[in-house]
């Protein structure tokens, strides 16, 4: 399963960022998904998840509130971050986990990863 991340960049405190993960899998709709996020000097932790049929939806609750993840059929998974803080700042990684019927909060659990997209939040 190849991920391809995109939509990072530089944005002001306060401001809004949207990032998306493609993928050509056609069993797309067969594994959960969810954003990572890494910051230099610190370990990758995590965004937030959702589920095969977007049913369900999970966050860190350092992003509940601001940051919401979706999915469509299109084999795309979104990240709409808003009212972004400086300490967003990282890499985002989109990733994929194969299991069925779980939609994981940790790393280890996901099998596929997309390269990243850095995010920079500041004035």
């Known amino acids: 399963v190849q991920l391809q991340a995109s939509g990072g960049g530089l944005v002001q405190p306060e401001g809004s960022l949207t990032l998306s993960c493609a993928t050509s899998?056609?069993?797309?709709?067969?594994?959960?998904m969810a954003w990572f996020r890494q910051a230099p000097g610190l370990e990758r932790e995590f965004v937030a998840a959702i589920s095969r049929s977007a049913a369900y939806t999970y966050y860190a609750d350092s992003v509940k509130g601001r940051f919401t993840i979706s999915r469509d059929n299109a084999k795309t998974v979104w990240l709409q971050m808003n009212s972004l803080k400086p300490e967003d700042t990282a890499v985002y990684y989109c990733?994929?986990?194969?299991?069925?019927?779980?939609?994981?909060?940790?790393?280890?659990?996901?099998?596929?990863w997309g390269q990243g997209t850095l995010v920079t939040v500041s004035s």
């Open positions: 990733a994929a986990c194969r299991e069925p019927g779980t939609t994981p909060r940790k790393s280890y659990e996901y099998q596929y």
């Open positions: 899998e056609r069993t797309f709709s067969s594994y959960a």
